[in-house]
């Protein structure tokens, strides 16, 4: 069957956004089992992310279940699995010279090395009794450092059936139509916008990158993009759910914190700072024009077959996806640790969290939460780390659990990974801008959380 010439267009530029995603050596697959390949593999995707199973009286998706059977059943099994990763991401900066290229790289690799070290003195029993208290390390380890260390590299294998076989794309050009009126970007950023949601920020940082300094994207699209799109990945929003206490109502927290997320970062588009960036520095005859007037459900089943035929290599796929989540476990978990530790003791012995909620303070006032200081100082500690919310609201009422999960994650920035990750591109944002689109987005995160938070109270959604 000859292919559609508008697909093909589409097709070729995302080739160009994404060197090698669509071109490798691996045989082309016939096309009834393209099809049979992406039908499959998408049920898969869905059905381990999205499709809660009730196993030992415990209501949660199946990824989630094999993580904390890990946990719990084999809990020394995965200490020392997490540990090897931890000693892993420790050492490798200092290997491969990372912490010698800039001051934000030396912070976060002594920080690695303190997670490291702190988790060892935790298990080992010979940490300092300020820390060793129940709401501090024990807390930090058991249950955040372990399931992160389990949840994200299993989850990074069970999202290579929603993005490795042409579901993702087929959602991409769907989406195409929308991007530009919605959120001021090219239609092609389609794919990289959902591509960071449902991947790492920092794959999609890394790609976003990559298409600005092509000339594919101005640096307005590019900075809606880093600080609208690039949010932790579904598996940490796994983490966040399960601190929180919110796996019960999974899929209602993880759409509403999409819809949330995106609804957000089409407000900030337009209002200062991000307004006010150049949007006339784009290379034209680097942005590809893909019109696809009719049939825009066929273009898009069709991009998804041939996206299918061209992931032969399965094992390939699912191994790459897992090492890139073993990666980023490595990198993240000793960083987690020593963050959120600094963040507890500043949260217990200071008042520095109490000062910045206070600017958030009028808005959970308004989004009637029901402690609206408590929340407002939670919430603000998200700026330093995004679990810290999670961390210090995790025994509070539903709405305010709800509205704190929402928030951490449609926030975006955060000091302990994203924004240092912004600031190693090339994308010219600036600490203090960030810092105004941090509060921005976390102020109208907050309204809309607390909206939808009571509506679905009142029609039942939440008990």
């Known amino acids: 069957m000859e292919v559609d010439k508008n697909v093909e267009m589409f097709t070729v530029d995302q080739q160009e956004l994404q060197p090698g995603s669509l071109i490798s050596d691996d045989p082309i697959l016939s096309r009834s089992r393209g099809i049979l390949q992406l039908i499959v593999f998408s049920i898969i995707g869905i059905t381990t992310f999205f499709i809660p199973f009730t196993i030992n009286d415990k209501s949660t998706i199946l990824f989630d279940h094999a993580a904390s059977y890990l946990v719990n059943d084999l809990h020394a099994v995965a200490v020392a699995l997490l540990f090897l990763l931890m000693a892993y991401g420790a050492i490798k900066p200092i290997v491969t010279g990372k912490y010698k290229e800039n001051l934000t790289h030396a912070i976060l690799s002594a920080a690695k090395i303190a997670g490291l070290i702190l988790g060892s ?4 029993g010979m ?12 807390f930090l380890f058991e249950k955040l450092a372990l399931p992160v260390g389990m949840i994200v590299p299993i989850g990074a294998l069970i ?154 290599n399965i094992p390939k796929i699912f191994w790459s996806n897992f090492k890139d989540g073993l990666e980023m476990a490595a990198a993240i978990v000793p960083s987690i640790i020593a963050v959120g530790l600094a963040g507890l003791l500043l949260d217990k012995y200071t008042p520095v969290f109490e000062v910045l909620g206070l600017l958030l303070y009028p808005f959970t006032l308004v989004g009637g939460l029901p402690d609206p200081l408590l929340a407002a100082k939670g919430i603000s500690a998200g700026l ?59 102020i109208l995160s907050i309204l809309l959380a607390a909206a939808f938070a009571h509506i679905a109270i009142a029609a039942g959604w939440i008990a």
């Open 159 to 312: 999202l290579a059936s929603l993005i490795g076989f042409g579901l993702l794309e087929m959602i991409g050009v769907l989406m195409q139509p929308i991007m530009k009126p919605i959120w001021r970007t090219p239609g092609t950023s389609a794919i990289d916008a959902v591509a960071s949601f449902v991947g790492s920020y920092s794959i999609g940082l890394l790609i976003t990158n990559r298409v600005y300094l092509q000339g594919h994207y101005s640096t307005r699209e590019a900075i809606i993009i880093a600080t609208g799109f690039s949010t932790v990945s579904a598996a940490f929003m796994v983490i966040v759910a399960k601190t929180l206490g919110l796996m019960e109502l999974w899929n209602l927290f993880f759409w509403s914190t999409l819809v949330i997320t995106f609804i957000v970062t089409a407000i900030t588009a337009r209002i200062p700072p991000i307004s006010q960036e150049r949007n006339d520095d784009a290379d034209p005859s680097a942005q590809a024009v893909v019109d696809i007037k009719e049939n825009r459900l066929s273009a898009a089943l069709e991009l998804g077959i041939q996206t299918s035929r061209r992931s032969s």
């Open 127 to 138: 940490a300092p009794d300020v820390i060793m208290e129940k709401d501090m390390m024990p």
């Open 121 to 124: 003195l935790y298990v080992l």
């Open 384 to 442: 330093a780390e995004m679990f810290l919310p999670a961390l210090l609201l995790s025994e509070t009422d539903v709405i305010t659990r709800y509205v704190a999960g929402v928030v951490s994650i449609s926030s975006v920035l955060f000091f302990s990974a994203m924004i240092p990750c912004i600031l190693a591109t090339k994308i010219p944002l600036s600490i203090p801008k960030m810092l105004i689109i941090w509060l921005q987005r976390t």
